[in-house]
């Protein structure tokens, strides 16, 4: 226990002790929050408080909940990989997955990415000869995507005008057009995972009897349907760890409430507010700025960080007239750091938006001077990959219409816009998928789709033999194993000790060890 409470500053170490119930931690920027949540689930498993089966920690990325369970294994000799530690969008996946048929979705759904996303409204617009002018596909995308993220249903959108109400009827068969495809878009991730819970009541009080303590990172990033859905997972009797500072709220482009932090301090009677002030990344000249700045916020909840750093480098403020100049002003700096023996590796640019980094670029590349760009597009982000998944979705799912717009034409197979066209008018004259809709599609563009759909289908038949060979191949090695262990147990002594030895398991496995 010392170990574990070891170098914690007395805020983080109140945090992280405090009793069963909900709190709320407002955690100014550099004040070790991650910190103070993995110590509170290792201290809360320590002392006996909660098992890693009853924990649910919520974050914001992968990323953090990939650290999260990192550092949690260092903390602790626990199996992390059962633990419910993830994204809001991550662990309604994974409720979702098992509990699809309540759900309504088909066991192996597959998620729409944004840009699939648009894609799938594009077409359903094109198919119903929606102008795109008068109704731009972006805009339906941000109203489908804002109401949902409002948990509100085609039908529970308030239209107030001939307009939105057009927006609603898109709404409308957009949602029939995924659950025909059976794929769901992220925002619908959480808002069918809410329905579940909110309309199921026995497995809303499953849920509610498993996690007895629900831990919740960024909360000030929260919106309004992911607040209600850690609401419906938190009886009365569970504790509500939420973590989050009011002051670096920057998401409500996205639907984000900082609101949700004074409700959650009201709703859930919270007693304990403790301030995590105590800052380790930044100097004093930099915290009295920023202090200073967000002091004209009114309705905050209010701190003020501190560091024992020293006051640091004061702060400057250049203005520029235009990008050229301030570019200019940027690389003269950065020169004067180089010849005073700064390394190029300890100097960073931060630029608000990907489309400022061009005059920049331009003017460190006629400076001479190397830089690297962090960034770009995510893995599964790249055409080569979201091709190959296209694929693979189509061999489990034909009626993923989705994926089949996407590689029906890819690699290039003479299947022009035109041949999409009436494969795409089949499948609505006939409500049907695209790929069921082939058949009905006839001259040159029906011998291409059959192609294409032939492919599909072998390459399904292949998946199935390699998935069968798969299964007799691990059936093989586990008879080998029963045959291998019943040996063993013929030869072995009473009660099942090794003739000679005396030992118990502890002893098949060293001779294990050393035949091989």
């Given amino acids: ?26 955690a100014g920027a550099g004040s070790g929050k991650t910190r103070v949540l993995i110590t509170r689930i290792a201290w809360l498993i320590q002392q006996g408080l909660a098992s890693p089966a009853t924990i649910l920690a919520v974050t914001f990325t992968n990323k953090a909940a990939r650290e999260m ?10 199996d992390t990989r059962g633990m419910w530690i993830g994204t809001f969008h991550g662990l309604c996946n994974r409720m979702l997955r098992a509990h699809h048929r309540d ?56 239209a107030t005008d001939n307009f939105n109400r057009k927006f609603v009827e898109l709404y409308e068969a957009y949602d029939q057009q995924c659950q025909r495809e059976g794929v769901v878009d992220f925002p619908e991730l959480l808002l069918r995972c809410y329905e579940l819970l909110a309309n199921n009541p026995p497995l809303r009080t499953h849920y509610q009897a498993r996690f007895r303590q629900i831990l919740v990172d960024e909360f000030q990033d929260t919106n ?38 004074r409700d959650f301090e009201h709703e859930f009677n919270v007693r304990n507010l403790i301030k995590l002030e105590q800052n380790y990344r930044s100097h004093g000249h930099i915290l009295d700025a920023a202090n200073q700045l967000i002091a004209n916020n009114s309705r905050r909840l209010g ?22 100049q301030e570019a200019s002003w940027i690389v003269e700096e950065i020169k004067a750091l180089i010849a005073t023996g700064t390394s190029r590796s300890e100097i960073a640019i931060l630029y608000r938006s ?66 999409i066209e009436q494969v795409a008018d089949a499948a609505r004259l006939y409500n049907v998928s695209m790929a069921a809709a082939i058949p009905y599609v006839t001259g040159k563009a029906g011998s291409s789709l059959g192609g294409f759909a032939n492919l599909i289908a072998k390459m399904r038949a292949e998946t199935q033999q390699m998935s069968l060979a798969g299964y ?15 040996e063993r147990t013929r030869r072995s002594g009473p009660a099942g000790e090794l003739a000679g030895t005396g030992q118990r398991g502890g002893g098949v496995r060293r001779r ?4 091989t």
């Fill in 1 to 26: 226990m010392p170990e574990l409470l070891a170098n914690l500053n007395p805020e983080q170490h109140a945090a992280v002790t405090l009793p069963n119930e909900p709190a709320l931690i407002l």
């Fill in 69 to 78: 369970m990192s550092r949690l294994q260092a903390l602790l000799p626990i």
């Fill in 103 to 158: 759900a309504g979705l088909p066991a192996t759904f597959q998620i729409l990415d944004t840009a699939d996303q648009l894609s799938a409204i594009k077409r359903l617009m094109k198919g119903l000869n929606i102008d795109d002018e008068k109704y731009p596909a972006k805009n339906l995308q941000y109203f489908i995507n804002n109401a949902k993220e409002q948990g509100l249903r085609p039908k529970d959108v308030d």
């Fill in 224 to 261: 309004k349907l992911q607040y209600a859905w850690l609401k419906l997972l938190a009886d009365q009797s569970n504790a509500i760890f939420a973590v989050g500072d009011d002051d670096q709220s920057i998401y409500a482009f996205r639907g984000a409430n900082v609101g949700n932090m």
């Fill in 303 to 324: 701190k003020n960080l501190r560091t024992d750093a020293g006051h640091g480098e004061p702060v400057r403020v250049y203005e520029s007239a235009t990008d050229t």
């Fill in 354 to 419: 990907n489309a400022q980094s061009r005059t920049i670029e331009h003017t460190l590349v006629n400076a001479g001077i190397a830089y690297r760009v962090y960034g770009g597009l995510r893995f599964f982000e790249r055409q080569e990959i979201k091709h190959a998944l296209a694929y693979l979705r189509l061999i489990d799912n034909p009626n993923d219409d989705t994926a089949f717009a996407r590689v029906v034409n890819f690699p290039t197979r003479g299947i022009g816009a035109r041949s």
């Fill in 472 to 486: 007799g191949r691990v059936r093989r090695a586990r008879q080998r194993s029963l045959r291998l262990l019943s």
């Fill in 512 to 515: 294990r060890r050393l035949r």
